[in-house]
């Protein structure tokens, strides 16, 4: 069975300081990794994915996210980060050949960004 | 992507009652789903609905309780049926793109239903 964990359910920074929302996974054969993001009172939005390739994957709104192999991670990250960018953070993983049925989500991390 | 709106974005229903909610695509899709998402908690998939035949439920949802329509390739409905305070949810369709870089799921805005 795969798995995401998203060990911090609430992330602070400061605006203007580097953010990471850290996401591991847990899959059998080669992952597909996604970023999520949801703004209060609104859908999900597609963040950025990755399948295969650099390791680092560059989304919108200046987000990357980082794919570690050796340490199954797919951190998600941000240099520098605005008050904006506070919402609700969902990493999801399946496998390259499995059905979008299999999309398994994290428990959410809540990013606040603090003027 | 895509662009997908969802009816109602939000309601309040009594217990006993039924909402359907319908999600439209700006394009046509092979893959559509509805998705659950409980106060604080993450996502959780519902069903499939499959153009031309019956809804592929997963685990734990029945179509009796969320029977699902898909007249065409770009509309659908999930109907919660006899409703109780426990479905008080945001309840999330979302589309499948294939694209040069695989494939991805995009989703509506959500409907947030509570259940007096």
């Known amino acids: 069975a795969q798995s995401v964990a998203q060990p911090e359910d609430q992330v602070n920074v400061a605006e203007g300081n580097p953010l990471t929302v850290k996401c591991t996974y847990s899959?059998?054969?080669?992952?597909?990794l996604f970023w999520y993001v949801q703004y209060p009172n609104r859908g999900l939005q597609f963040l950025l994915k990755y399948i295969t390739g650099d390791n680092l994957v560059k989304g919108s709104y200046g987000f990357e996210a980082e794919f570690n192999k050796s340490q199954t991670s797919f951190h998600l990250k941000k240099p520098s980060a605005l008050v904006s960018d506070s919402a609700l953070y969902f990493c999801a993983v399946r496998t390259l050949g499995g059905s979008a049925r299999q999309l398994t989500f994290g428990s959410g991390t809540q990013l606040t960004v603090l003027p | 992507s895509a662009v997908i709106s969802q009816k109602p974005s939000r309601d309040i229903c009594q217990r006993g009652t039924s909402l359907t909610i319908q999600c439209q695509v700006d394009s046509q899709v092979t893959m559509m789903f509805w998705y659950r998402q409980q106060p604080g908690q993450s996502l959780t998939l519902i069903a499939t609905?499959?153009?031309?035949?019956?809804?592929?439920?997963e685990s734990g949802f029945v179509i009796d309780k969320f029977p699902i329509s898909r007249p065409n390739l770009t509309f659908s409905t999930l109907t919660v049926s006899n409703m109780s305070p426990e479905d008080s949810s945001i309840y999330l369709c979302?589309?499948?793109?294939?694209?040069?870089?695989?494939?991805?799921?995009?989703f509506g805005p959500g409907t947030r239903l509570l259940v007096l």
């Open positions: 899959v059998s054969g080669n992952p597909y």
């Open positions: 609905a499959n153009q031309g035949s019956e809804a592929t439920y």
């Open positions: 979302s589309v499948e793109l294939v694209g040069t870089d695989g494939r991805t799921q995009y």
